[in-house]
């Protein structure tokens, strides 16, 4: 480990379910082959990261631990297997962590160890704390080099202006960025996102919008948050979400034929009529990616999906390309993270306020909203 860096180092640390995260002064990981050091800059939080610390949404992971998600960070220092990352590198770090002999091995870092007993050995042990900390150790593949001067440099300078806590928005985008592209959405396309007025259904409408599509339909609830999705992007529609199959699909129809559907359904839309409704909608040979997290059987309309040969495909997160393509789209300036966008830092927190910014995080969840922690 490089002689600059610290013996210790400032961390949230998670010891029981029936106590709030504390920050704690703990060793500083070394640095081993594989992995990376990186200082944290900023780090993002869930709108329900309060249940899945409190233990409510039934995450399992090891205790203790210490939490986090994806986060924009510095190299501090790299294992000796590094051939491309090096230490002042600014970097993304993707929480989407995966078994090196099996690609479909997966944990969340600082969210939960998953549910096989490979993704619980890799959270157990050497991927165990996560970003709510002053520096985190990280394996290398998910480490992704970013252009500084391009993304944050002023736009005088020929930059995007970025600061680095807008950067975390990355890590929403990506979700967005799996399902979309698990579907092979192309431009000109008519593309339902559905809900659409949450975090992740909000990045979804705002990323088939930027990426070409040439119709996105928004389904929701909230009337407001509808409006202010038609307000903000180009061609953008919206359809209110009835409780009746039968007008949703009328609904849907008038925006002709509809070519992709993504949903992104909360834990508690199993008997939401939207799923049946867009499976309905879709045209002949139409694509349906299944991104949420409904724990309970879904009804599909099985002879309509046979009869019009549609593809229903569920996608869990996204790859390492959706990743580095969305990348160069916000180094280009394809994907925007401005306040043109309505992307929005609705709160800045310290360490020692992370009770605070879960209560921020739970309270700003619509459109662009976020909320980061800066160690």
């Known amino acids: 480990m490089s002689s600059s860096l610290p013996t ?47 233990g409510k949404r039934g995450y399992p992971f090891p205790l ?11 190299i501090a220092a790299v294992g000796p297997d590094a051939t491309r990352l090096a230490p002042g590198q600014l970097v993304f770090f993707d929480a989407t962590i995966r078994g090196r002999d099996d690609p479909g091995t997966v944990m969340l870092s600082g ?17 165990r704390d996560s970003s709510y900390a002053e520096y985190m ?15 944050t440099k002023t736009k005088e300078e020929g930059g995007r202006g970025y600061e680095m806590e807008r950067l975390v928005y990355l890590g929403r985008l990506a979700v967005a960025m799996g399902g979309l592209r698990a579907i092979d959405v192309r431009p000109g396309e008519t593309v339902v996102v559905a809900p659409a007025t949450g975090a992740f259904g909000g990045a979804a409408v705002q990323l088939a919008s930027q990426m070409g599509a040439g119709r996105v339909v928004a389904m929701g609830r909230s009337e407001e948050g509808l409006r202010r999705l038609k307000e903000m992007y180009a ?43 867009c499976v309905e909608a879709l ?12 724990p309970e059987d879904v009804g599909i309309p099985y002879l309509t999906v046979m009869v019009k040969s549609l593809v229903l495909k569920g996608k869990f997160m996204y790859d390492r390309g959706d990743l580095e393509d969305l990348i160069k789209m916000v180094e280009s300036g394809v994907v ?18 992370i009770d ?16 980061v922690l800066v160690p």
């Open 283 to 294: 045209r002949e040979g139409g694509r349906m990616t299944l991104m949420g997290g409904i």
């Open 235 to 277: 061609r953008v529609e919206t359809v209110r979400m009835s409780g009746s199959v039968e007008q949703e699909v009328e609904e849907l129809r008038k925006y002709g034929p509809i070519d992709a559907v993504f949903d992104i359904s909360s834990p508690l839309a199993a008997k939401s009529t939207h799923i049946k409704s």
């Open 137 to 151: 150790k990280a394996p290398l593949e998910n480490l992704y080099a970013l252009d500084e001067d391009k993304l």
């Open 8 to 54: 210790t180092h400032r961390a949230i640390i998670l010891r029981s379910l029936s106590q709030t995260p504390q920050v704690e002064t703990v060793p500083l990981p070394p640095v081993t082959p594989g992995s990376a050091i990186i200082k944290v800059l900023a780090t993002t939080l869930v709108a329900y990261g309060r249940e899945i610390y409190n």
């Open 336 to 353: 925007d993270l401005s306040e043109r966008a309505r992307v929005k830092l609705m709160g800045r927190f310290g360490l020692e306020d």
């Open 64 to 74: 203790p631990f210490t939490p986090g998600n994806s986060a924009i960070g510095r």
């Open 356 to 371: 605070e910014a879960m209560t921020a995080a739970e309270k700003f969840d619509k459109l662009g909203e976020q909320v």
């Open 111 to 127: 969210i939960t160890q998953g549910f096989s007993a490979g993704s619980a050995k890799l959270m157990e042990g050497e991927w």
